[in-house]
């Protein structure tokens, strides 16, 4: 093979897969699913044990996915009751550490039950019920967990919604899970500042009522202490609650298939959609993707710098973990506070083994050089992970070499929303690595290249990014819109999941990400519709028309770039732009806010009133001779003044 980087394995044991191990089990995984899935079911408690594993159809009109489907269980006592009960109790669960390098805590197993209880009898006393959709709106502090997890407990189904969104952004979570209480914080703090998420989220509930949706309960925690309006008919304070609540609570027995959590993300069209996963095949997969892609051992310290807010902290940071034992550490804070050097200084100081983050920290943490990084012995480390983009060559590297001292397998995991849990990895020690590569699919993952006819490509080729057949981590349907499930993956390539990324499959038989074929962009990780942010500009008074498009960006993967067409009268200011910067800020939330903004007179559409996004990537790519053809425009004049007022010019 061509370019690899074989893995050193000195420190692999009985506990490590080999390669021959993987082979096996990738092969048997595909001939035998039931076999093979019914055995991994095993790997977690059930209150009663399935009976029946695999019972999905990717079938157009009957797309329905079911797996351990008679078996009951509940996902809160899998990550905590079973630990203690195995005389794991005062093992650590979660490592907190602030955004204070002063402030860090470890939570044993038997106290993270002990809370988890507590949270869940006040969510119950305050009438939350099984099946409740109860949304959580809070920092990265360990009560997110508990909060997340006293759901599973009783039954209700969480929504987590980041906290770095809008009031807007929340209120419409809010509204299409029909959720009718929100757990929060009085502020957030990250970077040494403050994020107001009391007070977003009192403006979310008065936007809320007016779609229809009323939230009758606040559960807030106290993190900050900073001023907050309380409502005494609505709003309870946690500490308060806490104290007089039983320290114990009963799990729920709940069907494999019942729903565990819902989590917005965006597509290409329309407004976010509930993503719905459930109980059983989810934690099934979770737990076993932990397991084997970070090659977990008992004893050892997990870090993932996601937020929860995100489906990497769902499976990663929470339910994969924790049904393991594992302790997995919680970071409140960001990659360069108080400097640039704050991640490896965390290493050193919990003696994490393994760190999992994003190609985007890793680039901006490789522009402030290595220094930062030598000032830490990292000596603890022995796996290192990315996820949520492509990540490039030099960065992998520069991970690789400088940060792992080339003695860290890098595991670079490919998956989304959808998929629950990683589906295309290598397993370290394993897998033979080429920089770049998220390699091969983890077992039972079959993934398939169709061109754009939907022909299946055989061999080294390029095309979409399909998967052929159910896993148990599949999401199983958009909440309380099962067509438009059915639509947005299972219809394009007929009988086939359809990721919405593209793929490169080379001669070794490796998956090579090529980034998203459709109008999602992923900047800094975070996922985004063009179309969200586009309806944020248009809802700007002095907007009568904007197209946004993905541009490719040194540290963030892909920025956003804006073309905005004005309402007659209005001018194209300076001003104007960083209040158009401001207003889509306000709208989604920070992290959306606009790269480049140009003011253009006209947008290019075919004569039918298309936008023709091709022409306008490539001027945002700064790629003015690979227009192509534009001679079907309705007016191919508009393409001379975007190109000669082009915002990107290198
Ligand atoms: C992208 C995050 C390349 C991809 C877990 C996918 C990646 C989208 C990788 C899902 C990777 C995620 N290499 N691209 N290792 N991991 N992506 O739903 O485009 O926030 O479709 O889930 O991120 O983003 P999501």
Not at 156 to 176: N, T
Not at 192 to 220: F, H, T, Y
Request: proline share 5%; glycine share 10%; net charge negative.
């Amino acid at each position: 093979m061509a370019d690899t980087i074989a893995v050193k394995r000195e420190w692999a044991d009985g506990a490590t897969l080999s390669d021959a191990d993987y082979r096996a089990g990738y092969e048997r995984s595909l001939a035998d699913p039931e076999g093979f899935w019914r055995e991994h079911g095993g790997r977690i408690d059930w209150i009663r044990p399935f009976t029946r594993v695999k019972n999905t159809s990717f079938a157009p009109g009957d797309v329905s996915i079911r797996w351990f489907e008679d078996g009951v269980l509940n996902a809160s006592a899998n990550c905590l009751d079973r630990h203690v009960a195995a005389g794991r109790g005062e093992d650590t669960a979660i490592i907190f550490e602030g955004d204070d390098p002063a402030e860090s805590r470890r939570i044993s197993y038997a106290e993270a039950l002990e809370e988890t209880c507590r949270m869940a009898n006040v969510l119950r006393a305050d009438g939350v019920k099984k099946g409740d959709r109860v949304t959580i709106y809070l920092p990265m502090i360990p009560e997110a967990a508990y909060a997340m997890l006293a759901c599973a407990r009783i039954g209700a189904v969480h929504s987590v919604v980041f906290g770095g969104f809008s009031p807007d952004s929340l209120a419409g979570r809010i509204v299409d899970a029909q959720s009718g209480f929100v757990v929060t914080a009085d502020e957030g703090v990250r970077g040494g500042r403050k994020v107001p998420l009391k007070s977003n989220v009192d403006k979310a509930i008065a936007i809320a009522a007016k779609g229809g949706q009323d939230v009758s309960r606040v559960l807030l925690v106290k993190r900050t202490g900073g001023e907050v309006a309380v409502d005494p008919a609505r709003d309870v304070w946690w500490h308060e609650a806490r104290d007089k609540a039983a320290a114990t609570c009963d799990p729920e027995p709940m069907g494999a298939e019942d729903p565990l959590f819902i989590l917005y993300t965006s597509g290409s069209t329309g407004k976010p959609k509930g993503v719905l996963h459930t109980t059983g095949g989810y934690l099934v997969y979770a737990s076993l993707t932990h397991a084997h892609v970070f090659d977990y051992r008992p004893g050892e310290v997990y870090w993932c710098t996601a937020d929860v807010g995100w489906v990497t902290g769902h499976s990663y940071i929470v339910y994969g973990p924790l049904a393991n034992g594992a302790t997995t550490l919680m970071f409140e804070g960001v990659p360069t506070y108080p400097d640039a050097g704050r991640l490896w200084q965390v290493v050193d100081k919990h003696e994490v083994n393994i760190f999992y983050t994003a190609p985007t920290a890793i680039r901006a943490l490789m522009g402030q050089g290595d220094e930062p990084v030598k000032r830490a012995s990292r000596r603890s480390l022995r796996i290192l992970g990315t996820v949520g983009e492509p990540i490039n060559p030099e960065a992998w590297l520069w991970y690789w070499r400088v940060v792992g001292e080339e003695r860290c397998p890098v595991v670079d995991t490919w998956w989304q929303t959808e998929t629950g849990g990683i589906l295309i990895a290598p397993l370290p020690g394993a897998t033979a690595l080429k920089p770049g590569s998220a390699t091969r699919p983890f077992f039972g993952v079959r993934p398939e290249l169709v061109d754009a006819e939907g022909q299946v490509l055989d061999r080294a080729a390029e095309g979409n990014l399909c998967i052929a057949d159910s896993w148990p981590g599949q999401m199983r349907t958009v909440y309380g819109d099962h067509e438009r499930f059915e639509q947005t993956y299972f219809s394009t390539y007929k009988g086939k999941y359809f990721t919405g990324d593209g793929a490169r499959r080379d001669a070794d038989g490796y998956w090579w990400i090529t980034g998203r074929v459709d109008d999602v962009i992923n900047v800094s990780g975070h996922r985004m519709g063009t179309a969200e942010v586009e309806s944020a500009l248009v809802s700007h008074k002095a907007v009568s028309e904007a197209a946004v498009v993905g541009y490719p960006h040194d540290v963030k993967g892909q920025g956003i770039y804006c073309y905005v067409t004005l309402m007659q009268g209005e001018e194209g200011s300076e001003e104007l732009r960083k209040e158009l910067v401001g207003h889509v800020r306000a709208e989604i939330g920070p992290f959306a806010a606009p790269d480049k903004i140009q003011f253009a007179p006209g947008l290019p559409k075919t004569r039918s009133g298309k936008i023709m996004r091709r022409i306008l990537r490539k001027i945002a790519e700064d790629e003015p001779g690979a227009l192509g053809d534009t001679s079907t425009l309705a007016d191919p004049a508009v393409v001379d003044d975007l190109v000669s007022n082009r915002q990107n010019r290198r």
